[in-house]
């Protein structure tokens, strides 16, 4: 079988965010598909994760990873399949989770790639395979997050947690953590629809609908007794009125502040309360799931085993075709999507 | 002896900052003096301690004690002696250190104060008594709350500490104690002049000069390897600047925001590099000295080994006059201060 086709469709960052330019921000081109040299295979993409931290390698954001360079084909981590293979590690046929890009082909180069791509595991025998809607979503670094987040904010029996983005890929999954640890668990969402979905289909305690002009007295209604433990994904004026809720001794993982994903620091909200950390006595945690990666088995197998007995409910949204990426990390931003966001490149089974 | 007066004078709370209003806001007036009753004493203040506190105080900002109430005596910690007593514990003559308020005589009265009158430690048999001066500063709290700092921080050999305010009562005792663990230490002081003080006496590695209109980039090129370990007690534009240059797991000890200590979230700094925390994996951990009473005998202890050996040294700015309160107070915000301000109200040993 040789699937690989002289060229693919790949995204490259043609311009940085926050320059005022009305360009797109991504050019959609053909480009060669690369020959497979020793110690080298060739992944095709399945499934592409679209995510928020999308946004900071498109930017110069100080990050772990360096920005993407402008010209080059746009990160992003995915499942595929090995299609050609000159390493016994990956095999033809191998089902590989990695940093594919946002392109149809990806070369497994270990020395070239950020860290090297990982078969997925086999299903045991007599049970069902995971979707890889999953392993890149609740069992890959979303539901990784979330869990780290609830742990590391430690909500406890009666105190109340409280998570912006609430129906998105990570609130989803640390809400229904948290109410299984016994905290009061609030959400804040954008529309009613979403908020009737967090609390009905979730299980929160409350929503906030953060479209309702009043949202700030429905954030102080919903938390009467204060924020003990905070998953912050949203930053920005969310954010700010959080802490002027915090109660003595909360805790704050920070994991993200989409609202002020611009490099450009004029372009971010001014926060203004975070006196109320040192009043509080809070504190507030920088976290990065990949500093992790030694915790990621045991914590996707916590994970898979309330996914399997119905704990946890994992939610996807599946947009079709690469030319469409865009387009799903326009929703990871204006909150239009629910759980985690996906791109569907190609399907696993065609040319099988 | 009877050293009570029928009246005495006091500073009460007249307004709130940040009302807009240009009247002062304290009224200075005569009291009366309260006659003392069984299980009370009465104290003649002798040293006021002022502090960034003090503004949190008469505003309406959430803090661990409530805001002084307008026509209340303004609430201040300080030291003085017993002159009349009802109560065993705190025989006349006795020098206690307690929340005497920003008045020449305070009631000890358990139940009416926020804590109890302590009395302060006898010196050791052929030991000079402490100054009153280092019970109030480098072993009262602001000693204590640098020694916390500088532990909650953990600068190690070869780190870079950054303290703003530099030459104030915390941050002179906190760069000290991080230079003694190896770590580099930078300052940031208002003026030439200070900051010539910072590292020829205190002995810091540099000092950033935030008057001078290029203090970014000053600051910049004094941490070329970034902050590790940040003891943070301005607030505002300086540690937005900060927060450009931590490096990943920093710690960041939140102890006051100078800069921010205005109960109008408009009137604060907008922060705007907060994401840096997101992205670095640090740790912003609000610091209460009070939270920690248990320890403030191990940790005076160990101050003042230091104090004795010389490894520590420590300043005091002391205003003569109650009367003067409010212009001392003026001088712990517009920088003017050097060391631990401190008011005296009385002689110790006039009327002896």
Redesign the interface.
């Given at each position: 079988m040789s699937s690989r086709p002289a060229a693919h469709r790949a995204h490259l960052l043609a311009h940085r965010p926050d320059r005022g330019s009305t360009e797109p921000l991504l050019r959609w081109t053909e480009v060669p598909t690369p020959a497979v040299g020793p110690g080298q295979a060739l992944v095709r993409t399945e499934l592409l994760s679209v995510d928020p931290a999308s946004r900071?390698f498109m930017s110069e954001?100080?990050?772990?990873l360096p920005p993407v360079a402008i010209g080059a084909v746009m990160r992003g981590y995915g499942i595929g399949q090995v299609v050609e293979s000159r390493r016994a590690d990956l095999p033809v046929g191998a089902r590989v989770s990695g940093w594919t890009g946002w392109q149809e082909y990806q070369l497994a180069d270990d020395a070239q790639l950020e860290e090297p791509f990982t078969v997925l595991p086999q299903p045991s025998r007599g049970t069902a395979p995971v979707p890889s809607e999953h392993a890149l979503g609740v069992l890959g670094l979303t539901g990784i997050t979330a869990w780290l987040g609830v742990e590391s904010t430690d909500p406890r029996p009666g105190e109340t947690f409280l998570v912006a983005a609430a129906a998105g890929a990570v609130g989803s999954v640390a809400g229904q953590l948290a109410r299984e640890r016994g905290a009061r668990v609030v959400g804040i969402a954008g529309g009613s629809d979403k908020c009737r979905y967090v609390v009905d289909e979730l299980g929160f305690d409350a929503c906030v609908d953060r479209h309702d002009p009043r949202w700030r007295e429905i954030l102080d209604a919903a938390t009467p007794d204060g924020i003990d433990a905070d998953l912050e994904t949203a930053?920005g004026e969310i954010f700010?009125r959080v802490l002027?809720r915090i109660t003595?001794g909360a805790r704050i993982a920070?994991?993200?502040?989409i609202a002020?994903?611009h490099a450009d620091?004029?372009r971010?909200?001014?926060?203004?309360?975070?006196?109320?950390?040192?009043?509080?006595?809070?504190?507030?945690?920088?976290?990065?799931v990949t500093?992790h990666s030694d915790r990621f088995e045991e914590i996707t197998s916590q994970l898979a085993i309330r996914l399997t007995d119905g704990r946890l409910r994992a939610v996807h949204d599946v947009v079709d075709g690469l030319e469409n990426a865009p387009a799903a990390l326009d929703r990871v931003f204006d909150g239009t999507g629910r759980g985690k966001i996906l791109v569907r490149v190609h399907s696993s089974d065609d040319e099988r």
């Open positions: 900071v954001i100080r990050s772990d930053g700010d002027t003595p920070l994991v993200g502040m002020d994903y620091p004029q971010r909200h001014g926060l203004r309360n975070l006196i109320e950390v040192a009043e509080q006595r809070a504190v507030v945690r920088g976290l990065l500093d």
